[in-house]
C-alpha cells in the first residue's frame, strides 16, 4: 500500500506539471507529449481560430538531437511562437536549428517569427510554392485573417516565410536527424510537404491528414489528390503519424480515418453525378450516412463545402 506522503508526492507532482503548461483557459492546457524517440508533440485544440486561443490549433513538433532541436510548424502567431518556445525548454533548452512549414496556412507557420527572433540562425524549410505565397498576397491574408478572428490577440505578428526551398524526394540532414521530404501537390493545397523523420520512423503529415477534425480546402486544394497523398503515405515505412489538428497516432487512428471519409465522399460524389444530382441534392441525400463522422470538429460548417469541393473535381473529370 502506498503510503500518505508518497500519495502528497505523486499529487503535487501532478498538481505542478498541470499549472505549468501553456493554460488557455477553456481551450484547455497545452505540454508537448513524447510520440516517439527524441520526437514531441504539443497537440492543439481541435477549434476554429478565436481570441481564446490564439489562432493556435495545430500540433507544432520537435525533435531533439545531439546539439540542437528541429521544430515543425511552431504555431499561428508571434504571442503563440512565445508560448511554444517556452513549452519547448521544458523539453530541451538546446538551441532550434531549423524549421519545417508544412504548408501555407498560416495557423502553421506564423509563429516562424518568434523562433527566428531567439534563434536568428536556425533555417526554415518549405515548398518553393510555400515560400513565393507567403512573401506574398497570402502571407498578408493570414495575419490579417488571423488578427480579425483572434479580436486582435495575434496582433504584432509579421511574415517571416520560410527562406530555403525542399522539393519532393529530398533528404537533408540537421545535426545527424535525417528528414525526408514527400510533397505529393495539389493535396490539401498547393504547398504542402510531409516530412519524414526517418530516424523516428515519424511522418508529419501537415494537413493532409487529421484526426477527428475536418478542414477546409482551399481553392488550391484537391481532395482526390489529397486521398493519393494518403495512400502513398500509408505505403512509407512509419511508426507515428502526426497530422496536422488532432491527436498523433498508428495509421489506424491518424490517417486511415480521415482518407476513408475522403474516400467515401469520392464514391457518394461520383454516384450521385452519374445519376445527374446537383451536389446540395447529393448532400441531402446522403448525409445520414456520415453520421459517424458528425462528432468531428468542424463537421458541420465543412461537410457541405466537401461535397461541394468534391463535385467539382469529378465534373472536371468528366470533361
Ligand atoms: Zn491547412
Known sequence: MLKISTIIIILSFILVTNTLAWDLGKEGRFQFEQVNDNVYVMHGPREEPNPDNYGFMNNPGIIVAEHGLIVIDPGSAYPVGLEVLKEIEKISTKPVLAVFNTHVHGDHWLANQAIKEKYPQARIYGHPAMIEQANGDTGLYWVDMMERLTDGKTKGTRVVAAETAVT????????????????????????????????????????????????????????????????????????????????????????????????RVQQVVEAGFEEELQDFEIKDRIIAQFEDYSSWAGFDINFGKHINSMYLEVEKAAW
Open 168 to 263: 519532393n524526394s529530398q533528404t537533408i540532414e540537421v545535426d545527424g536527424q535525417i528528414f525526408k521530404i514527400h510533397s505529393l501537390i495539389p493535396a490539401h493545397t498547393n504547398t504542402d510537404i510531409m516530412i519524414e523523420h526517418v530516424n523516428s520512423k515519424t511522418l508529419f503529415t501537415g494537413d493532409n491528414s487529421f484526426n477527428q477534425r475536418m478542414g477546409r480546402f482551399d481553392e488550391t486544394a484537391s481532395m482526390m489528390g489529397n486521398i493519393k497523398a494518403l495512400e502513398y503515405a500509408l505505403g512509407l515505412d512509419i511508426k507515428t503519424y502526426v497530422p496536422g489538428h488532432g491527436q498523433s497516432g498508428s495509421s489506424d487512428t491518424a490517417v486511415k480515418p480521415f482518407l476513408n471519409y475522403l474516400k
